[in-house]
C-alpha cells in the first residue's frame, strides 16, 4: 500500500479522475493477498489512516506578522442572502466527483462514476478499476465497487483499500491448476463470501486486539474506529476471458443490470436484493438464527439498524459486557441495551449474497450499481429507463440540454425523505450516464428542487438526501 494513500487525512478523498483515459493507478493494493498477518495488514493500515473523526490540518510557516489585522465595520440594517446555486453551479456540484473510462476490455466499453455527498465528511467509497487475474498470470479482470458507510466513514474507508486484496485473494485458493474455466460459480461464490466474512473477522479482531495492547490512546483509538463504524458493500467483479460477471452484496446498496427484451425494451435485472428488516428472507434467517427473539425486528429495522447485513458495527456482534469495558475505557459507541435486547450476538453479518451470470457479448447491456442514497428516490426500472433514454441521447443533444419547464415555486412543504422520481421531470443534459441518474433522482429538470436538495450541508442536508454514489459500467454498446 502506498504510502500517501495511508497517510491521507481524514477529510481529503482520493483523487477523481474525469478523463477518458484507461487507469493508470487503481484504488487497492496490487500486491500479494492476505495471509496469516490479516490483523497486522489491517492495524497498519488504519493506524496509517490517522485520526478517528477529528479534522487534520497541515502548518506552514509563513512568517511572523507583527502587526494584526485591523477590525472597522458597521452593523448592517438588513441581511442580504447569497443567492443560491445557478445551473452551472448545480452541474459543477453533481459531477465535480465525476470520472469516465473506457477500457475496450472484453466488452466493456465504458464506465462512469460520481459521488454527492451530504455527510461531511461523506461517508461512502467506491472501487473501480482492474486488478491481475486471480488464476491466469498476466491477464486482468475488471471491478466496480460501491461502499455505503454509515456511523462514521471509516469502515467503508478501510474496505475501499483491503476488499478487493482479500476477495482476489480468496479466489486464487480456489483455482483447479491452470484452467480456470474449472471452477464453478459455486466455488467462485464461496470463496467471495469468505473473503468478505474474513475481512469482517479481521476488523472487528484488531479493535480487540489493539484495545487490549500497549499502543498509546491515540493509536489503540484509530484502529478501532472501522470496528464502531459500519458499512454495506457492494462489488461486481468481472472477468473478461469468459464474460462472467459476479455481484457480491453485504446490505442494501443494489446492482441492476438493464438489458433489451424480445420486444426492444430496455428491461431491469436484479442482480442483488436489498438486505434489509423490510427482506422476509433475511427476517427469516434471523428468526432462525435467534429463535424466541421475537424482539430483533421491529419497524424494518434490526435492533435498530436499517440493514441485516454490514462490515462492523460491532455493537450488533459483540458481547455487551466487552461493549460497556470499551465504552468506559475508549469512549466507544453507545450500547444498544436496554433499549433492545441483546441476547445472542451477532446479529448483523458481513457474508454477501453472491449473484454470477454470463454477459452476452452480442447483446448490448449495462450495469448499474448504486448505494441506497440513489434507490431512495427512484426504482430499478426507473433508472434503467433513464439511463436507456441517455444513451438514446446524442452527445450533441445532450451539450444542448433539454427545454425546462415552468413550475410553481417550490418548497419542503409536502416533501418526504423518499422524493420519488417523476417522469416528466426527466432531463438529459449530462456527459456522465451516472451524473445523469443523480441529477434525475433530485429534480431532474426543475432547477428549483435540485438547488434547493443540494443547498443544505451537514447536518440538515441529511433530512433532504443522502451520501449518493453511483457507477454504470457499459458491456458491448456501440458508440460507448
Known amino acids: 500500500m502506498s504510502a500517501r494513500l495511508s497517510l491521507r487525512m481524514a477529510h481529503v478523498r482520493v483523487a477523481r479522475v474525469t478523463t477518458l483515459q484507461p487507469p493508470t493507478r487503481s484504488f487497492y493494493s496490487t500486491k500479494a493477498g492476505p495471509s496469516v498477518s490479516n490483523v497486522a495488514r489491517v492495524a497498519k493500515y488504519i493506524a496509517g489512516a490517522g485520526v478517528v473523526s477529528v479534522p487534520v490540518f497541515w502548518y506552514f510557516e509563513t512568517g511572523r506578522n507583527d502587526t494584526p489585522p485591523h477590525l472597522d465595520g458597521t452593523p448592517a440594517e438588513q441581511f442580504i442572502a447569497n443567492r443560491g446555486s445557478s445551473r452551472e453551479e448545480v452541474t459543477r456540484m453533481i459531477s465535480k466527483e465525476g470520472y469516465s473510462y473506457q477500457p ?43 461502499l455505503d458507510g454509515h456511523a462514521g466513514w471509516q469502515a467503508a474507508d478501510l474496505l475501499q483499500q483491503q476488499l478487493l486484496p482479500f476477495v482476489r485473494h480468496g479466489l486464487s485458493q480456489v483455482k483447479s491448476g491452470s484452467d480456470q474455466e474449472g471452477v464453478s460459480d459455486d466455488r ?89 428488516g423490510d427482506n422476509a428472507e433475511e427476517i427469516a434467517r434471523l428468526k432462525k438464527e435467534h429463535p424466541g427473539e421475537e424482539e430483533i425486528i421491529a419497524g424494518g429495522r434490526v435492533l435498530g439498524i436499517m440493514v441485516s447485513r454490514a462490515f462492523g458495527d460491532s455493537r450488533w456482534k459483540w458481547p455487551v459486557d466487552l461493549q460497556k469495558e470499551l465504552k468506559k475505557k475508549f469512549g466507544g459507541p453507545s450500547i444498544l441495551t436496554p433499549r433492545y435486547k441483546v441476547l445472542t450476538p451477532p446479529y448483523l453479518t458481513a457474508e454477501p449474497a453472491v449473484t454470477s451470470m454470463n454477459i452476452d457479448p ?119
Open 104 to 146: 475496450g476490455i472484453g466488452g466493456v466499453n465504458r464506465y462512469d462514476g460520481t459521488q454527492v455527498a451530504s455527510n461531511s465528511p461523506c461517508e461512502d467509497r467506491y472501487i473501480h478499476g482492474t486488478f491481475p487475474s486471480p488464476w491466469k498470470e498476466g491477464s486482468k479482470w475488471m471491478a466496480w465497487g460501491v
Open 362 to 480: 452480442g447483446k448490448p447491456s449495462f450495469l448499474i450499481m448504486a448505494t441506497d442514497g440513489l434507490w431512495d428516490n427512484m426504482s430499478s426500472q426507473q433508472a434503467v429507463d433513464l439511463v436507456a433514454k441517455w444513451l438514446d441521447t446524442p452527445a450533441t443533444i445532450r451539450k444542448v440540454g433539454n427545454a425546462e419547464p415552468k413550475y410553481e415555486p417550490y418548497d419542503f412543504s409536502d416533501f418526504e425523505w423518499k422524493e420519488k422520481f417523476v417522469e416528466g421531470r426527466t432531463t438529459v443534459q449530462d456527459d456522465n450516464a451516472a451524473v445523469h441518474l443523480v441529477r434525475n433522482s433530485l429534480g431532474g429538470n426543475h432547477h428549483e428542487m435540485l438547488a434547493g436538495r443540494l443547498t443544505y450541508g451537514t447536518p440538515f442536508s441529511r433530512n433532504i438526501r443522502d451520501d449518493i454514489t453511483v457507477q454504470v459500467v457499459f458491456f458491448n454498446v456501440p458508440g460507448q
Open 188 to 276: 467462485v461464490g464461496d470463496a467471495i463470501k469468505g473473503a468478505f466474512v474474513k475481512l469482517d473477522d479481521t476488523i472487528l479482531k484488531t479493535a480487540v486486539d489493539v484495545s487490549q495492547g500497549n499502543g498509546s490512546l491515540q493509536d489503540k483509538l484509530a484502529n478501532m474506529a472501522p470496528a464502531f463504524a459500519g458499512s454495506c458493500a457492494l462489488l461486481s467483479i468481472y472477468d473478461p476471458t469468459t464474460y462472467k460477471l459476479h455481484v457480491a452484496c453485504t446490505g442494501d446498496s443494489r446492482a441492476v443490470l438493464g438489458q433489451r427484451n424480445n420486444e426492444g425494451k430496455w428491461e431491469a435485472i436484479p442482480l442483488s436484493v436489498d438486505q434489509t
